[in-house]
């Protein structure tokens, strides 16, 4: 299929994408950068008429760091405006993880955080970090703009809330509480580029040697990216002992619910989630500042 068949569409304003995309909601679809919906494409998964593409609409571009902490990042930043960017690097230090775990240099030029989350692909890299972060996606539709916590806007692979009109413009991340750290981690297949087969994201809150909070979510093993709430509770009011942190793991493999497929057995990411949920939660720890 070649890409005269579509009609690609360039606006300049949100507003602009909005009112394109209603005019024929199902034959529409939006085009960030393109890595995953070309490949769907090609592969005749999807059958749009009409591609809009946000390339054009210099607003959504942007990552920002504010003043009190919090961070916005532009529906049409790269992953690698992420991975590059020193201010994440050190306030954000999970979701540098993340980022630099997504593919390679070519797809992360292109690729947009966004899209990865409107994919909606349980194993989507940038998920499960930005989940336990509280992010918040900042969503236009023809008739205004509404928030939407991140916790509800998957619905199951490849599904999210959003409707055929709707533009995520933003994601926004809380600013973290004195004490936070963060951090990602997925365990890949052999072949290097593959998805993950389990990935857990951790944020702490520490104070002295003591975690006063701490949200554990987890990619690849359920149908959605899902939060670990069990296991963010048993490692709350605690001192991360080797106890503390392998039942934590335990609670993590409990909310789980993988599938067995090409890339690993059930039982196989179940272990893996254990042992990452230990990991990440010892890395979040140790980057905790006050
Ligand atoms: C070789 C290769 C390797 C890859 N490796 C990984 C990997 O390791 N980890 C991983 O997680 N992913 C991986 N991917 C998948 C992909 O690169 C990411 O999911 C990417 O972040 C998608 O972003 P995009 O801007 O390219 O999305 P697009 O393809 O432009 O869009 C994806 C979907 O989201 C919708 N969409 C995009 N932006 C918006 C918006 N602002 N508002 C509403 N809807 C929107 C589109 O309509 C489409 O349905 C890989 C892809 C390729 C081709």
């Known amino acids: 299929m070649s890409m005269r068949e579509f009609d690609f569409v360039e606006p300049t304003s949100v507003s602009e994408a909005c009112a394109l995309l209603a005019e024929d909601p199902d034959g529409s679809a939006v085009f960030a ?37 919090a961070l916005r990042i532009g529906a049409t930043a790269t992953i690698n405006q992420i991975a590059r960017h020193q201010g994440i690097k050190e306030r954000f230090s999970g979701i540098n993880d993340a980022a630099m775990s997504l593919a390679a240099e070519q797809v992360r030029n292109q690729a947009t955080v966004a899209g990865n989350l409107c994919m909606a692909v349980p194993s989507a890299d940038m998920a499960p970090i930005l989940l336990a972060h ?10 205004g703009e509404r928030v939407v916590p991140l916790r509800e806007f998957f619905v199951g692979p490849r599904e999210t809330i959003l409707e055929a009109a709707d533009v995520v413009v933003a994601i926004d991340v809380p600013p973290p509480a004195p004490g936070t750290g963060d951090a990602s981690l997925r365990q890949g ?8 087969m ?16 701490a949200t554990v979510t987890l990619g690849a093993v359920a149908p959605t990216p899902i939060m670990a709430t069990a296991a963010g509770e048993v490692v709350t009011g605690n001192e991360l002992s080797e106890d503390v942190l392998r039942e ?5 493999a409990e909310a ?6 090409l890339r690993a057995t059930k039982e196989y990411r179940l272990e893996l989630v254990k042992v990452l949920t230990r990991r990440v939660l010892q890395a979040a720890a140790d980057r905790a500042k006050g």
Do not use: F, N, W, Y
């Open 134 to 143: 509280g992010a918040t996606m900042r969503v236009v539709s023809p008739v």
């Open 248 to 252: 934590a793991g335990e609670r993590a």
């Open 189 to 196: 297949g052999r072949v290097s580029l593959s998805l993950p």
């Open 33 to 69: 950068g393109g890595t995953d919906i070309l490949v769907d494409l090609k592969a005749g998964l999807k059958h749009h008429q009409r591609l809009v593409s946000l390339a054009r609409i210099e607003e959504l571009r942007a990552v920002e760091l504010t003043a009190d902490g």
């Open 198 to 213: 389990a990935a857990v994201a951790a944020v702490v809150v520490m104070e002295k040697r003591i975690c006063r909070e």
């Open 256 to 261: 789980a619910v993988p599938i067995d497929d």
